[in-house]
């Protein structure tokens, strides 16, 4: 069984910074895709940025310029650099790794960003 488990998250001011990290453990072979998505309240769920296992990366137009992702194969473990931080980028903060035709889910870690 594989799980997911996130780190990093809390309260932040505006303008400031915050590293998540996203460690997995269980039985794993292999993550092809890895990446960060996030829901705020009263809104859907969407995609932060994703990285492949080659190290190609996509990011929303919103986190552009400001957040880096990256990831350890090694150690199964995904990262997302965020900076310049605004109040809109409050949310929970999901990691999400496909093996397969599998994707598991973190439980989540919130982010919170005061102005």
């Known amino acids: 069984q594989v799980q997911l488990v996130e780190s990093g998250g809390g309260l932040v001011q505006a303008g400031g910074s915050l590293r998540l990290s996203c460690a997995a453990s269980g039985t794993i072979f292999s993550f092809t895709t890895m990446g960060w998505y996030r829901q705020a309240p009263g809104k859907e769920r969407e995609l932060v940025a994703r990285i492949s296992m080659s190290g190609s990366t996509n990011y929303a137009d919103s986190v552009k310029g400001r957040c880096t992702i990256s990831r350890d194969n090694a150690k199964n473990t995904v990262y997302l650099q965020m900076n310049s931080l605004k109040p809109e980028d409050t949310a929970v903060y999901y990691c999400?790794?496909?093996?397969?035709?599998?994707?598991?889910w973190g439980q989540g870690t919130q982010v919170t960003v005061s102005s």
């Open positions: 999400a790794a496909a093996s397969g035709s599998v994707l598991y």
